[in-house]
């Protein structure tokens, strides 16, 4: 009797959550599911979620890891609010998920470790798969774990290791409800336990059982069909913020046609830059893993004294230990690219949660007057782009240069289109080569000298002259300097001239950077959102939602926040209405009250997750409230907008 093809059910997006125990493989799975969506042609956005121990208590909801994955066949900006499907490899799993899910959601959880035990450690006091309280949802209760083992039996592995494939086998039951490509996988199981046998046929076994098992079983009547998102053309790869941000700096390196140093202590969730960097030693990246923060930005400022595109990177703690190195090359006035990939804090916070709460220390969080350039991605993407302009500021104005992302951007990933290369505009370092003033010496005869802050009329950045150039010998230090010969000065006049310079260099900045665009579809809106980091999808996403409701609301995100563009005031003036949301208590609105005079509000979120799409709509419509504007009455246009929703 030949078997009849189940029906397939066509969606326009999808918002999957894997979650177990953090030995379980969540991250794994969530990745491979991700490559595949990738390969497929979706847009897509992730969210991993990991405990900050590295073993925490095991069957504990303190211990639960997640990766959560948005695919649609249209361009989305988010991780998604709200799972469609949660997969749930232990109580815990389900108890810290649940609450994330709307009534309807599909719940596809393993039954193996619903024992009495881990009820407990679950916090449970009933087993939730037969006390009536998942009825609003659909739930399909497996023993996930008892099929993996069975799956890999013949190939000799204990029912131990056998077990710890069940993660493969719910990767091949989504990947076959998904309609999902599974060679690249089976392709990385192949090669990933090329060295143990038995445990890659085990983990294939698993994964085409799982495969196989949606295929027949009655328990899943439909598959589901999400089609490629329509894109440009090109060559795209799935890429996650770190990775981006660490080819960006790559290519910025080639760019200059300087060799790439980076002095870094690992520190969550910046230590995949230093992993990532230091597997790039034929592109002519170098890797030191310091004994400590100080170390790592003192080595990393002593690459860029010679010659080299000297680089460090941390998170918030890391950044307070490195202030006074970072004051020292605001003196020196050096090319240096400080990463702070922010986390949840004060003190060690969150180390595995974001937030954007780095903004005034990246400004301000230095002794004395030591202006630097701070610049945010927007995107995990965008780190690319950012790191690039980044380095193209440190190298062009003699300055090191902050670069704020987050745990958001850094674990996150999307599509990314691979640039040409070739048509990146290069970045000149314009070494020193010779003396560049005319002297009298002890007899009155005029002699070159070398003036180490002698300054460019355009950009006030001083010579970089590395050791080495006959002629152009110079003293450095932390000592204040002379202007132009660069000797040690406690001149009260001259100390507020370098004062001023050194402010006068990083605003000046300014100068090349883009005029901001405003996204104004209607150009009839009166409130403005502005943000800046990792809150661009989130706003726009909100945004979006709002629109379709038959509301103006215009927004801006800021890229430069030290200087800022040249026509952000003129633009703050426009509206009647400047709304700032933050993943913090509101630094950037108190920026933009203290530099243009404007009322700008704050919709601020210290959570340690980011904003929701929906939790945006809400601060918008809210918002637009208090100038009087609201939604039209729902029509059945608008009931089927937020269905596709």
């Known amino acids: 009797m030949e078997s009849v093809a189940k029906p397939v059910e066509q969606l326009e997006r999808v918002i999957i959550r894997f979650a177990g125990d953090s030995g379980d493989g969540m991250q794994l799975t969530g990745d491979r599911f991700t490559q595949e969506t990738a390969a497929f042609g979706n847009d897509l956005s992730t969210f991993p979620s990991f405990p900050a121990e590295i073993r925490a208590p095991q069957g504990t909801v303190h211990g639960v890891s997640s990766f959560q994955l948005h695919f649609a066949s249209r361009d989305i900006l988010t991780p998604g609010d709200f799972p469609h499907v949660l997969v749930a490899m232990n109580p815990a799993a389900l108890k810290a998920n649940i609450a994330d899910l709307r009534p309807g959601a599909v719940i596809i959880v393993d039954t193996h470790d619903f024992t009495n035990r881990n009820l407990t450690k679950a916090t449970y006091t009933s087993n939730p798969l037969e006390d009536g309280s998942l009825d609003d949802f659909q739930v399909h209760a497996l023993d996930l774990t008892g099929m993996a083992v069975a799956a890999t039996k013949e190939f000799g592995l204990s029912r131990k290791d056998g077990a ?8 091949g039951l989504l990947s076959w409800m998904y309609g999902r490509p599974i060679q690249g996988t089976l392709d990385y199981i192949t090669s990933k336990f090329a060295s143990k046998p038995e445990v890659r046929d085990g983990n294939v076994a698993a994964f085409k059982a799982g495969f196989h098992f949606g295929e027949t079983t009655e328990s899943f009547a439909v598959s589901y069909e999400v089609k490629p998102a329509e894109t440009s053309v090109g060559r795209y790869r799935n890429i996650t913020g770190n990775t981006a941000l660490s080819y960006g700096i790559l290519t910025a390196g080639h760019l200059a046609d300087l060799p ?20 790039h030693k034929r592109l002519g990246a170098t890797t030191f893993q310091a004994e400590d923060e100080i170390a790592g930005i003192g080595a990393a400022l002593g690459a860029s004294y010679a010659g080299h595109l000297g680089v460090t990177s941390t998170s918030g703690p890391g950044v307070a230990l490195k202030a006074e190195a970072m004051g020292l ?3 020196l006035e050096l090319p240096l690219l400080i990463v702070d990939v922010q986390r949840g804090g004060p003190s060690t916070g969150l180390p595995t949660k974001t937030e954007q709460a780095d903004l005034m220390q990246a400004m301000f969080g230095r002794n004395g007057e030591a202006p630097l350039p701070v610049i945010a991605a927007q995107s995990p993407s965008d780190c690319f782009d950012a790191a690039i302009e980044a380095v193209r500021i440190a190298v062009t104005y003699r300055t090191p240069v902050m670069l704020l992302s987050d745990g958001y951007l850094a674990n996150g990933s999307e599509p990314w289109q691979l640039p040409d290369v070739a048509s990146l505009p290069k970045i000149d370092p314009a070494f020193a080569t010779e003396p560049n003033h005319v002297g009298v010496d002890k007899d009155g005869a005029e002699q070159p000298e070398f003036w180490p802050y002698l300054r460019d009329e355009d950009t006030l950045a001083r010579p970089w002259a590395p050791p080495g150039v006959a002629g152009l010998e110079h003293r450095i230090g932390g000592i204040e300097k002379k202007e132009n010969t660069g000797e040690i000065s406690y001149d009260p006049g001259n100390h507020e001239r370098m004062v001023k310079l050194r402010q006068a260099k990083v605003d000046g900045v300014a100068a090349s950077i883009p005029d901001l665009v405003v996204d104004d579809p209607s150009g009839r809106a009166r409130l403005l959102v502005i943000g800046w980091g990792s809150t661009y999808g989130p706003i726009g996403a909100g945004a979006r939602r709002v629109r379709d409701r038959g509301l103006d609301v215009a927004q801006v995100h800021l890229r430069h926040l030290n200087p800022m563009p040249a026509n952000l005031g003129e633009i703050l003036s426009r509206y009647d209405k400047v709304l700032v949301p933050e993943m913090n208590m509101g630094q950037l609105s108190l920026l933009l009250r203290a530099k243009f005079l404007v009322d700008a509000q704050s919709a601020t979120n210290v959570r340690g997750m980011p904003f929701g799409a929906e939790e945006m709509e809400g601060i918008l419509l809210a918002a637009l409230a208090d100038l009087g504007e609201t939604p039209p009455a729902p029509s059945d246009d608008l009931d089927l907008q937020e269905a596709l929703r």
């Open 260 to 279: 790439v140093f980076l002095g870094a202590y690992p520190i969550t969730p910046a230590s995949d830059i230093l992993h990532e960097l230091s597997k």
């Open 329 to 331: 090359a605001v003196m």
């Open 164 to 171: 710890r494939s069940k993660n493969m086998f719910a990767l």
